[in-house]
Structures are given as structure tokens and as C-alpha cells.
């Protein structure tokens, strides 16, 4: 099947750092998705993103669907952008990736 | 509006027994999902339905595991004979069309098996 790697693993920054997390994945997909779950388990929606860039505040994606990667930046980190980052792809279900681990120090 | 509901929050259940989880898809979603969660790993998709009708659930564990939306709403996941292994968090979802559409997630039910 699929798979989908993510990395960093694990990311430390200070608040007002910048972060790019990546998402690489081994098929072709029909679309992609970005979720923030933050420390009380909430998977939040942040892109719905098949191909090309979009940005919503202080976070911005690109997928480049032909290479098969995922790109999400996070820009001027706060306290509240710690918790795990997820890409997931669909092709006939959602298969999420590995998680980026993001914690932000003030 | 409302977004997923999930309950109970959580769960703890004894070796042995059965446990019912509902969910509350947003409103006017056809589909609905049911994923896994184990500590520290991503979710993992167990069923999918679209309206009342379950298109797809290869990725129940085994047959303890049972899940119905009878009314193209409302669901529950059934787990029959509960295991220590089945302890985990177990995530709803749904979205507005088909699978591929963007799915919106539930807060979870931690099922702890003592």
C-alpha cells in the first residue's frame, strides 16, 4: 500500500520561529490533507490541499501532487502550535503519515 | 454549526465485555468514517459509510468489531468481547459528499480495556 512519511519526527522551536514541515508520499493520490492535533487530542482541519499553495494566517501549504510531496510552513510559531502535525492522502481511504511532534517554548 | 460529536469521551471497560461508541456526523454529511488511534502512532480507517450503507469496512480488526448508521446519521461502533488490544482512541469523521472530500473529525473516545 501507500506510504506516507513525514518529517521532521520531531521539531523544538522558540515562539516567533519559523517551520517547514514536509510530507512525502510513495503513489500517485486524489487528494491530501493537513491536520494540527493539539495536546487534547482535537485533529483540526488546516488544508484540504490536492495540489498547488494556499495560506490561511500564519500557515501556507503546497503540494506538488507530480513530485509526490507536501509542504506545510508555519510561520512566527506561538505557545498554541504545539502538538502533531498529520498529512494524510486519499486514494481510497485516508492513510495518515508518520506525525510531525511540534513544540514551541516561549 | 456543530461540528462532530463523540460519546462517551471516554471509556474504560473490562476484559470481556461489550462497549458501544456513538458518533453524531455533521449535519447533512453523507458519509462517515471510523478511524483508530493507538498511542503515539496516526489514526488508522476502519469503516467508511455513505448515507445508511457501509461501502467499506476493511479495515475492522477482526469480527468483534461491528458499526451501523441505520438511518443514514447517527453510528455506533460496536466492539463485542473486549480485548486489552483494543485499547485505544477511536476517531469519527465525516464529510459532506464522497470519501474523497474533506473529512472533519470527532474528538475522540479513549477505550481503556483493564
Known amino acids: 500500500g501507500i506510504q506516507v512519511e513525514q518529517s521532521p519526527p520531531d521539531l523544538i522551536l522558540q515562539e516567533g520561529a519559523n517551520s517547514t514541515l514536509r510530507c512525502n508520499f510513495s503513489?500517485?493520490?486524489?487528494?491530501l490533507q493537513w491536520f494540527h492535533q493539539n495536546p487534547w487530542g482535537q485533529l483540526i482541519n488546516l488544508f484540504y490541499i490536492p495540489s498547488g499553495t494556499k495560506q490561511n494566517g500564519r500557515l501556507s501549504a503546497t503540494t506538488v501532487a507530480t513530485e509526490r510531496y507536501s509542504l506545510l510552513y508555519i510561520s512566527s510559531s506561538q505557545t498554541t502550535d504545539s502538538g502533531v502535525y498529520f498529512c494524510a492522502v486519499y486514494t481510497d481511504k485516508l492513510i495518515f503519515g508518520t506525525g510531525t511532534r511540534l513544540q514551541v517554548f516561549p | 454549526g456543530a461540528g462532530v460529536s463523540q460519546s462517551p469521551r471516554y471509556k474504560v471497560a473490562k476484559r470481556g465485555q461489550d462497549v458501544a461508541l456513538r458518533c453524531d456526523p455533521i449535519?447533512?454529511?453523507?458519509?462517515l468514517f471510523w478511524y483508530q488511534q493507538a498511542l503515539g502512532q496516526g489514526p488508522e480507517f476502519l469503516t467508511y459509510?455513505?448515507?445508511?450503507?457501509?461501502?467499506?469496512k476493511s479495515g475492522l480488526p477482526s469480527d468483534r468489531f461491528f458499526a451501523e448508521r441505520p438511518e443514514g446519521s447517527v453510528s455506533t461502533l460496536k466492539i463485542q468481547r473486549t480485548q486489552q488490544e483494543d485499547s485505544a482512541v477511536y476517531l469519527c469523521?465525516?464529510?459532506?459528499?464522497?470519501?474523497?472530500?474533506?473529512?472533519?473529525f470527532g474528538p475522540g473516545t479513549r477505550l481503556t480495556v483493564t
Open positions: 469523521a465525516s464529510s459532506l459528499v464522497g470519501p474523497g472530500s474533506e473529512q472533519y
Open positions: 503513489d500517485s493520490v486524489n487528494n
Open positions: 449535519s447533512g454529511h453523507v458519509s
Open positions: 459509510f455513505q448515507n445508511e450503507a457501509q461501502l467499506d
